[in-house]
C-alpha cells in the first residue's frame, strides 16, 4: 500500500470509497458498495469531500489517498478551521472501503495526515468521532484544552490532537470549514 497526495484522476475513485465505506449496511452488518442508498442519495461524506474541495478551507496538500494496486481504497482530508481566532486543522471525512477496513489502512492513512500536519507546522487537529478509536492517534476531549465545538451537542465526541506547534494559548470556540454545517 502507498499513501499518496490526492491528485485530480483519483476524484472518482475517491467518492466509490465513501460510498464504501459510509454506505448502507447489509444484512450481516458489512457495508455493501451499492451506489446509491435506497433514498436515490449518497452518504453525506461523498458530498462533503465533493464540496470541501471548492471550500476556501480546502488544502490540497492534506487530502490524501492509499492506493493499493493502482487502486485508491482509502482516503483522508483536512481542512483549514479556526478556534478563535487561530487557524487549526479539522480532520475527515476519513474512509477506506468496506473490504478494506479493520486491515491498518485507516491508520496509516492517519499517522500519515498527522505527520504531514505536523510537518507543516499546524499546530492542532480538530474533529468529531469515535471515543474510543480516535485515542490511539493521541486525540483528547476537545474541552481538556479549553476547546468548545460550535454545536453545543456535538461536545461529546469532539477531539483534538496537539502536534509539535501547538500553543495552549489555542482555546475558544472551534468551527469547521461550512461545508460541515450543510450534512
Known amino acids: 500500500m502507498l499513501i499518496r497526495r490526492e491528485r485530480a484522476d483519483d476524484i472518482a475513485e475517491i467518492a466509490a470509497v465513501h460510498r464504501s465505506a459510509f454506505g448502507p449496511l447489509q444484512a450481516d452488518g458489512d457495508r455493501t458498495d451499492e451506489p446509491p442508498t435506497d433514498d436515490g442519495a449518497d452518504p453525506p461524506e461523498v458530498d462533503?469531500?465533493?464540496?470541501?474541495?471548492?471550500?476556501?478551507?480546502?488544502i490540497p496538500t492534506l487530502s490524501m489517498v492509499a492506493v493499493e494496486y493502482k487502486t485508491v481504497i482509502g482516503h483522508v482530508c483536512l481542512t483549514r478551521a479556526a478556534v478563535g481566532p487561530f487557524p487549526v486543522l479539522a480532520l475527515g471525512p476519513i474512509g477506506v472501503v468496506a473490504e478494506h477496513q479493520h486491515s491498518g489502512v485507516g491508520s496509516a492513512l492517519m499517522h500519515a495526515a498527522l505527520g504531514a500536519a505536523d510537518a507543516l507546522d499546524e499546530p492542532l487537529v480538530c474533529l468529531l468521532g469515535h471515543l474510543d478509536y480516535y485515542p490511539q492517534f493521541g486525540f483528547v476531549p476537545a474541552a481538556r484544552l479549553g476547546i468548545?465545538?460550535?454545536?453545543?451537542?456535538?461536545?461529546?465526541?469532539?477531539?483534538?490532537?496537539?502536534?509539535?506547534?501547538?500553543?495552549?494559548?489555542i482555546t475558544?470556540?472551534?468551527?469547521?470549514p461550512e461545508p460541515f454545517y450543510d450534512l
Request: charged letters at 20%; hydrophobic letters at 35%.
Open 148 to 169: 468548545t465545538p460550535d454545536v453545543p451537542a456535538w461536545i461529546s465526541h469532539f477531539q483534538v490532537r496537539p502536534l509539535s506547534a501547538y500553543d495552549p494559548r
Open 48 to 58: 462533503l469531500v465533493a464540496r470541501l474541495r471548492s471550500d476556501p478551507g480546502w
Open 172 to 176: 475558544g470556540e472551534f468551527h469547521y
